[in-house]
């Protein structure tokens, strides 16, 4: 492979059936570079080369005997490291779980082993996936590949950066208010996020249960929805999986958007919008109706309420979550000379800043006398978004937005301000709430070279028309408008 | 002024979070500006709005009245992790989670 060029997944299977490279030999070559670059970048906080080396071997061994290889067979993967790995330490970049190894693995996990993946590593992120810039892990932030001065964004910032910067083919990453979308936009990669119940979160750390969701990142569409095909389907470990037929992803993907309605919802598109970013977007919506698209305009009226509403419903739900880290079953324990002693000091040093500071919000907002104004409200506003969206999926096929207001920003740059950090979730969080699938996939650069995404929403269960429609652009240049 | 300092200390409290005064200024006037922005949802009129509980079974769905084929049969099955799960307690005595004092509150 000439260097530049990624590995996909169809070069690895190539590469595998003609035996130019081992399974074995290919995970060396990414260990090779992680090597190299991860002191830099800061993408993996564990490595798992036993793991990796047992799995090629199998892969090695399935070609060696000439058998039909698995879908994934020899793909170097990194996983989220809030996703339970069976052996392989697990510490939601946290210090309350640093020393945490998982007696199981997620059925993300599981399914992606079946299907021949070998996991390279646990890759960095926001504590318990808590932050849009990666930089509230306990562990250090990651930068950005695209430029080491800015953030990759977050939560899965770690997944972001590793398959940017050549150091895994693809990887598993969560979402709960943007967290595959957002640093996919600031890597320069296509991340995708399911619908609410598509992937199963058997073994996925909870931060807030009616909003988190497993999905890949992928140097490319066609491997996104290849990731997607083997994780999604109903898990009876999960009741939230939802029992819906998992369709031909990839065969799907490479569909014509020719004739396909896309709303473009003008709510997007006002104040605080980077203009360079809105130019971009326009260009990227110029390019799939030259494909064949018909644009709509729309109006997505309570977009302005998503903020509000989501930090209240995912804080509310991640203080309920997190009680149970108390050092009593797994996880950090700090001594202490009562129970309560023991939960307290536990807590205050195994947490850092920014989840206390969300735990305090949830606890707050369930308290007694403020669960009418704030979480029942926000779950009255969270039914008016998902309205729109379904209001809006009456006359369109799909959603077209940016998928962040503002490019990839410095290090430290917005570390002071929660709020501030809090309001550029504003693109991402409203498909959250509706639980629909979405997508970002590259769409131009600034005149920085900073990476700009294009986010594509679309009705429930139906990820093959956001693949279909990013795969569009992705094909006709999107990357380089 | 949305929350007090007396108010923080009570949530953190029932969080069972330990904080620093330090660390109760500076939540107390973090949470104050989100809590401030948040008030912005009370712009809403908000009557006859059903609040949502389901993500994909929204009570206006026709599928409200499905049945939920992700539910199992309730039929019990062997569980047998309690090793694996007790080796990584910080302290276990088989088969038992060791904690502290719990009375004297």
């Not at chain 1, 990624?6 to 081992?22: G, H």
């Not at chain 1, 020393?99 to 693995?105: C, E, F, G, L």
């Not at chain 1, 005149?447 to 990013?470: D, M, Y």
């Not at chain 2, 049969?73 to 060791?98: E, H, Q």
Request: charged letters at 20%; glycine letters at 8%; proline letters at 7%.
């Amino acid at each position: 492979m000439s260097a530049g060029t990624p590995w996909t997944i169809a070069s690895v299977r190539a590469a595998l059936q003609t035996k130019k490279i081992s399974a074995r030999e290919l995970a060396a070559e990414f260990f090779g570079r992680i090597d190299k670059r991860n002191s830099e970048l800061n993408a993996y906080l564990t490595l798992s080369p036993e793991r990796a080396n047992a799995q090629a071997d199998r892969i090695d061994a399935a070609v060696a005997r000439g058998e039909t290889l698995p879908p994934l067979a020899g793909v170097p993967m990194a996983i989220k490291d809030v996703i339970s790995t069976r052996g392989v330490r697990t510490t939601c970049a946290s210090k309350m779980l640093e020393d945490y190894v998982p007696p199981y693995d997620a059925t993300a996990v599981d399914r992606l082993e079946r299907a021949g993946a070998v996991f390279l590593g646990k890759t960095n992120c926001d504590e318990f996936a808590m932050g849009g810039s990666n930089e509230n892990s306990a562990y250090g932030p990651v930068r950005n590949p695209v430029a080491l001065d800015r953030v990759p964004g977050g939560s899965s910032g770690g997944s972001a950066a590793a398959v940017a910067a050549g150091l895994a083919v693809a990887a598993l990453g969560t979402d709960t208010g943007g967290s595959i979308r957002q640093p996919g936009s600031f890597c320069g990669i296509p991340g995708l996020m399911p619908t609410y119940g598509r992937v199963s979160r058997y073994g996925l750390v909870a931060f807030a249960s009616s909003l988190d969701k497993i999905g890949p990142f992928a140097t490319n569409v066609s491997d996104a929805a290849a990731v997607l095909s083997v994780i999604a389907g109903h898990d009876e470990n999960d009741s939230t999986s939802a029992a819906v037929p998992v369709p031909d992803y990839i065969g799907e993907t490479e569909k014509s958007v020719q004739g396909l309605r896309i709303g473009v919802p003008e709510d997007y598109f006002g104040a605080g919008l980077d203009p360079e970013i809105k130019d971009k977007i326009q260009s990227g919506i110029a390019l799939l109706e030259k494909l064949g698209c018909r644009r709509v305009p729309l109006q997505m009226p309570h977009t302005d309420y998503a903020i509000a509403a989501y930090y209240i419903i995912a804080t509310a739900e991640a203080s309920s979550n997190l009680a149970r880290y108390d050092g009593v079953r797994y996880g950090l324990r700090v001594p202490g000379a009562t129970l309560t002693e023991m939960y307290r000091q536990t807590r205050e040093r195994g947490f850092g800043p920014e989840v206390k500071r969300r735990i305090m919000l949830g606890t707050y907002a369930l308290s007694a006398g403020y669960y009418d104004a704030y979480y029942l409200r926000a779950q009255s506003v969270r039914a008016l978004i998902a309205r729109d969206f379904a209001d809006a999926f009456k006359k369109v096929d799909a959603i077209v937005t940016p998928t962040s207001p503002i490019p990839p920003f410095r290090l430290g740059e917005k570390a002071l301000d929660p709020l501030q950090m809090y309001l550029a979730d504003i693109y991402t969080v409203t498909g959250s709430l509706a639980g629909v699938p979405g997508i970002s996939v590259p769409c131009g650069t600034t005149k920085e070279g900073l990476p700009v995404g294009l986010q594509v929403f679309a009705p429930h269960f139906k990820e093959s028309c956001v693949l279909q429609v990013a795969r569009a652009l992705e094909k006709a240049g999107g990357s380089a408008i | 002024m949305k929350i007090s300092r007396e108010d923080v200390v009570r949530v953190a409290e029932l969080a069972h979070l330990g904080l620093t005064p330090e660390e109760i200024d500076s939540y107390r006037a973090q949470l104050d500006g989100i809590l401030t922005y948040i008030d912005k949802l009370n712009e809403l009129d908000l009557t006859n709005v059903e609040p949502m509980a389901q993500v994909l079974y929204t009570p206006a769905s026709p599928s409200a009245t499905d049945s939920h084929p992700e539910l199992r049969d309730d039929t019990l099955r062997p569980c047998d992790v309690g090793d694996a799960v007790l080796s990584r307690a910080p302290d276990a005595v088989k088969p038992f989670f060791r904690v502290p004092r719990v009375i004297d509150r």
